[in-house]
């Protein structure tokens, strides 16, 4: 029996063929999930629908889903409930700012811009944990989200994303903590940096690449099916005594200087 089989999973974050959700999507329905996909809006869905289609992604379920526009996140979650009732697992793999913030010092971030990136990169894994709590709460299920080491550290040309990700990773704590009593399990993971179009803002992301690999003791880069392999233990049975945690994969960059 595949470690997933039967289990049913919500992927939040798949932008392109390049996303460390697609990654993450790919090895779960591998590993026998039946999945539900969301895309962000009508061009993003171009690039998105091929893929659900090779996920075996039920039309009913490619979804759009824009945590900035009202009624997104709860037409999603009904469609879902209408059509399964429950969920195993949830990815959660949202993160965006504003140009303004890529080309700005961390103090110069106007108020709007900071908030936009908080509400995306951080608050929505408070509104899709809310929302999703009621269907993991019947399958003792799994919510997941995606972090950066530059949310515990300085890292170079990282500042306007460095808070949000600290943000996130203390709400998942509290989250962890909050869950902990219905048995769903909340996790991070922390992945290294990879040519995706999330990372698309950071200047020179070649430099950083480059200087990963060569600190990681590893002396390689993840990919996106690492995380996903890492994604889908901890979305299945076999990770139920672990919550509340950090998890990185990274070629052990994380404990280098």
């Known amino acids: ?11 939040i974050g798949i932008a392109n063929d390049q996303s460390i959700a697609y990654g993450c999507a790919q090895v779960c329905r591998e590993q026998g999930a039946e999945l539900a996909v969301t895309y962000l809006n009508d061009k993003a869905k171009v690039f998105v629908e ?16 824009d945590i900035t526009q009202e009624g997104e996140l709860d037409a999603l979650f009904q469609r879902i409930t209408e059509q399964w009732g429950e969920l195993d697992f949830v990815l959660h793999a949202m993160a965006s700012a504003t140009k303004a913030m890529t080309m700005s010092r961390l103090v110069d971030v106007e108020l709007d811009d900071f908030n936009f ?13 809310r929302v999703s709590e009621p269907l993991l709460n019947k399958t003792q299920g ?7 080491l530059g949310g515990q550290r300085v ?29 769903i399990r909340v996790h991070a993971i922390s992945a290294n940096a990879m040519e995706t179009r999330a990372a698309s803002g950071i200047q020179d992301l070649t430099g950083l ?9 590893l002396q390689k880069l993840s990919t996106p099916r690492d995380v996903g392999a890492l994604m889908a233990f901890l979305a299945s049975p076999n990770s139920q005594g672990m919550t509340g945690g950090i998890h990185y994969v990274d070629g052990g ?5």
Do not use: W
């Open 1 to 11: 029996m595949l470690p997933l089989e039967g289990k049913k999973g919500l992927i």
């Open 50 to 65: 091929p893929l659900a289609s090779e996920l075996g992604v039920d039309d009913n379920l490619l979804l759009p889903f």
């Open 117 to 129: 990136a908080m509400q995306v990169s951080c608050h929505s894994f408070l509104s899709v944990a």
């Open 142 to 148: 799994s919510l997941i989200t995606m972090t950066y």
């Open 155 to 183: 890292m170079s040309n990282y500042h306007f994303m460095g808070p949000m990700k600290a943000a996130l990773e203390s709400c998942v704590r509290y989250v962890a903590n909050e869950f902990g009593e219905n048995n």
């Open 209 to 217: 690449l480059k200087s990963t690999k060569e600190k990681a003791p």
């Open 253 to 257: 960059y994380h404990i280098t200087g």
